[in-house]
């Protein structure tokens, strides 16, 4: 907040340049008051005219452009981190649209209910959800399990720069003990890639964690958070299943969901390849020692 001139217009810049973070995720689709309201919110973000720091910027932006302001901040769990048993931390901010309603803070947590048309929890940067806290004083929130695990004892020292418009952070703090939990898992096999799920049984039978960790290996670059549940990762794995799998899939998600003429459809229009797969799937349950299997999975495996 503390930078003016062209440092605060490259602060500004870098915000609104920035991949799949808060930029992104803001829904200026769905609420922008204008038809091109990412594209004007660009350019009121890169206008000379434009003062003050970037996250103030954004926030008059937010308010101008989508009608909303920022009700709330947390940090999450964002995925898993590049150690065993380490996490990434992001950030979420609850974006709220029109006027403060009875209940301001969701029931849920910070987190708004699904049938809330007009809250929203943002995805973000964890280093987003500071700037938001600097710019409009609200605390962050975060899961205790999350703080205890991340917390040191230290102090931080910002010193300014006036000359320079730019300040340094400087952060000291005792060594962290290494939870021996966090190493549980080093020695565990990599899990499949999507396309070697041999059925549908060997799909159900991975876990949050290694659906994850299938995805990442097939080069996904961004997963889902945590909190929004395991059916996004499976709508990611899904087309990157071996065909027949993927059919057996998309089939029984049309039964559950009790969508008969659709399941239908899926059942009258198998490939072979998938009523191959079928037909091994019932001679392995029924007898693992049929003698046709071996013919019937190299057929499968051509």
Request: aromatic share 4%; glycine share 8%.
């Amino acid at each position: 907040r503390w930078v003016a001139g062209p440092t605060a217009a490259a602060h500004r810049l870098a915000l609104v340049s920035r991949d799949g973070d808060l930029w992104d995720s803001l829904p200026w689709e769905e609420w922008g008051a204008t038809a091109l309201a990412k594209r004007d919110a660009y350019n009121a973000m890169t206008s000379s005219r434009t003062r003050g720091g970037a996250y103030d910027a954004a926030v008059a932006v937010m308010a101008e452009l989508l009608r909303a302001e920022v009700e709330g901040l947390a940090l999450e769990v964002s995925g898993e981190g590049s150690r065993p048993g380490s996490v990434r931390v992001g950030g979420v901010a609850i974006l709220r649209r029109g006027a403060p309603g009875p209940d301001p803070a969701p029931a849920s947590g910070l987190f708004p209910c699904p049938d809330d048309p007009n809250r929203l929890a943002v995805p973000c940067a964890a280093d987003e959800v500071a700037g938001l806290s600097c710019a409009l004083g609200l605390p962050v929130a975060a899961p205790a399990s999350l703080y205890d695990a991340g917390k040191v004892v230290g102090e931080a020292v910002y010193r300014l720069d006036a000359l320079r418009g730019r300040g340094t952070l400087r952060v000291t703090a005792e060594g962290v003990a290494v939870d021996t939990a966090a190493q549980v898992g080093r020695g565990d096999p990599e899990p499949p890639m999507p396309w070697e799920v041999g059925s549908v049984q060997e799909f159900d039978a991975l876990s949050v964690a290694e659906k994850r960790a299938s995805l990442t290996r097939a080069g996904q670059p961004r997963l889902p958070r945590p909190r929004e549940g395991e059916r996004k990762l499976d709508d990611l794995l899904l087309p990157l299943l071996d065909e027949a799998v993927r059919a057996q899939v998309l089939r029984r998600r049309a039964l559950e969901r009790g969508d008969w003429e659709e399941a239908a459809r899926l059942q009258d229009n198998r490939s072979e390849r998938d009523q191959l797969l079928e037909e091994i799937s019932t001679r392995r349950e029924a007898d693992p020692e049929d003698e046709l299997l071996p013919a019937l999975e190299e057929r499968y495996e051509l």
